[in-house]
């Protein structure tokens, strides 16, 4: 942990040179993203802490990781003996990153941040709590070209053009539905810095971050014109010409100073204050009119189109195939696997689909105790074998030519405990009752959160994570703007919404429960009380039989676990081999 030490000393170093008394490292980049490429996976590089999410806050005696509860167990695992200390969110007497700056800088500190990477929410955030106390924040250089001496440069993958027929539309229709939508607002242009809502507005994809197929651009949408700040050298000739007369092409690296030029006296731009980041709105013109709110195409790839649907069941299908081959295999091998090893073995079936592109994010596959870190990523050093009577919570998930796919089983080895079997049994009666669940128009996510919890908190239990986060057609895992958590995210589920059901339990040092499905928001019917939509679901792959106690469910439940397994063998059989086919036969007879 020395290396740490001498890390934050270069931070510190800088901050003392330019009068900094706390720096916030976010771990984002200059588009917001969840998922970033090397380049800028600062709060990894500083801290050692290797999750998707957290927040560093450096002064000149402490170094702080606030991560919420996912990542309680892992964060407190990878910085054990560094400088850091480990903040809990939500938990009782721990204040967050903001509350705790307020509490322990003195009037006229600075706070820094790396404004390429702070967005204007955030940063309105920080200064609504810190200036009525004094506190200034500055807009730093990005300290890590200096400190981080051997830093992975901008990546600068090859774009690829995804056809029209397998995206549902074509460029002109994405962009000329954006412009209506802007003249709906008031508004002539439109800046979006989200990685994926560029991928999906543009019908192109890349590989500038593992596992999410999009490339570092900007894009500006006006009334005339598109204008993708990406370098050309990375496009095919099939790119350009998709591109021909609809979009043109600027350097990356020239967008924040062609801001400058791009807008008339009487322009009126619309910008997302949750995606454009304080350095990108200190270049626009002083004079320009702005409006805010959410981007616009985020609101229009929320809800799939019919195309885009049939696609991602098809993705599935192909999905179910590799997943049902990888359980038959597992029930006659004699092989001994472990984590590292069944997660390269999935992925070696997945690969015999032509149409499979590769992981869709980092396989989950917790054994025993790495099954209660919900987002456990195994390594060289953690790898263990599935040998014992326990669990394994496999999740993972595959980007197919047309749909990406997201799915977790947790799987029996040896002999389960009776208490192993109840939990199970408790989260797939959560799952069965929000997939079930019929609901008004204008429901949001969290009115049905309590549907999937409702077993597990009449048991005292409970889980950490939201219940359900959107999914990108051929793009990110995780897609906003929709989700379903206990947090009071005031966006309606909408018809063509594509969402994770994704209950669990997760028990320190002993298991972990997690059953994953994808659903999609349909119309289910109109009566005098008005539209009701349901889902439907389109993961195909038989539950765990060994971990079901049927008594714990209803007559309903049982009913709903046979329909969906009769539905998971009638649509997988033909596909299957016919040891697998067999397999598959007996792990979906009725309960």
């Not at 771990?27 to 998922?35: I, L, V």
């Not at 690829?160 to 709906?184: F, N, P």
């Not at 959560?430 to 996510?445: E, I, V």
Request: proline fraction near 5%; charge should be negative; charged fraction near 20%.
């Amino acid at each position: 942990m020395d290396d740490i030490a001498r890390k934050l000393e270069k931070i510190r170093s800088l901050m003392r040179s330019t009068g900094i008394d706390a720096w916030i490292v976010n771990g984002s980049d200059p588009h917001a993203s969840e998922y970033v490429a090397p380049r800028w996976r600062t709060r990894a590089w500083l801290s050692g802490f290797t999750g998707s999410a957290g927040t560093i806050v450096v002064t000149s005696e402490s170094a702080l990781l606030w991560v919420d509860s996912r990542y309680y167990i892992q964060g407190a695992q990878q910085i054990e003996g560094s400088p850091f200390t480990l903040m809990k969110l939500d938990s009782p007497g721990v204040p967050d990153h903001v509350q705790y700056l307020v509490n322990t800088l003195a009037p006229e500190s600075k706070v820094g941040i790396d404004g390429s990477c702070m967005t204007v929410s955030a940063s309105r955030m920080l200064e609504s709590a810190l200036v009525p106390k004094g506190i200034a924040l500055v807009d730093t250089p990005d300290w890590f070209d200096v400190a981080w001496t051997d830093r992975p440069a901008v990546p600068e993958g090859r774009v690829t053009v995804m056809d029209s027929t397998v995206a549902g539309e074509h460029v002109q229709g994405k962009l000329m539905r954006i412009r209506e939508m802007l003249r709906t607002v008031g508004c002539t242009h439109t800046i979006v810095s989200s990685l994926d809502d560029i991928a999906w507005a543009l019908n192109l994809r890349g590989n500038d971050v593992a596992f999410n197929p999009v490339f570092l651009s900007y894009l500006v949408i006006g009334p005339n014109q598109a204008i993708l700040f990406s370098d050309s050298h990375r496009f095919a000739p099939e790119v350009s010409n998709a591109l021909e007369g609809i979009v043109t092409i600027r350097p990356y690296q020239e967008f924040h100073v062609g801001l400058l030029t791009l807008f008339h006296d009487d322009d009126v731009l619309y910008i997302s204050p949750e995606k454009t980041t304080i350095r990108t709105k200190a270049s626009l013109p002083a004079s320009l009119a702005t409006v805010e709110g959410r981007d616009i195409t985020t609101t229009l790839k929320a809800r799939k189109s019919p195309v885009e649907i049939e696609g991602m069941r098809r993705a599935h299908l192909l999905d179910g195939i590799a997943m049902v081959k990888l359980l038959a295999h597992l029930s006659r091998s004699a092989e001994n696997y472990t984590e590292l090893s069944i997660a390269a073995k999935l992925e070696s079936f997945r690969s015999e689909s032509r149409e499979y592109l590769g992981p869709s994010f980092s396989p989950i596959a917790g054994f025993g105790p790495h099954g209660a870190l919900a987002h456990y990523s195994a390594n060289e050093d953690s790898d263990v074998a599935l040998v014992g009577d326990s669990l394994l919570v496999l999740d993972s998930g595959g980007q197919y030519r047309t749909g990406t796919t997201d799915i977790t089983r947790t799987l029996a080895f040896g002999e389960p405990s009776r208490q192993m079997i109840t939990d199970y049994t408790l989260v797939l009666k959560g799952n069965l009752a929000l997939a079930s669940q019929r609901f008004p128009a204008g429901t949001c996510g969290y009115q049905l959160d309590v549907l999937a919890r409702q077993f597990l908190w009449q048991s005292g239990f409970n889980y950490g994570h939201g219940t359900g986060h959107g999914i990108g057609f051929c793009l990110n895992v995780h897609e906003g703007p929709q989700n379903i958590s206990p947090k009071p995210v005031v966006v309606a589920i909408e018809e063509g919404m594509i969402i994770s059901d994704e209950p669990g339990i997760y028990r320190e040092g002993s298991h972990g429960v997690r059953i994953e499905n994808l659903i999609v928001a349909q119309h289910a019917a109109k009566t005098e009380f008005g539209t009701f939509l349901a889902f439907d679901v389109l993961t195909l792959c038989p539950f765990e039989r060994r971990l079901i106690d049927k008594t714990l469910l209803t007559e309903s439940e049982r009913q709903m676990v046979d329909a969906y397994h009769g539905w998971v063998y009638s649509e997988l059989r033909e596909y299957l081999e016919e040891e697998d086919a067999a397999w598959l036969r007996a792990a979906t007879l009725p309960l």
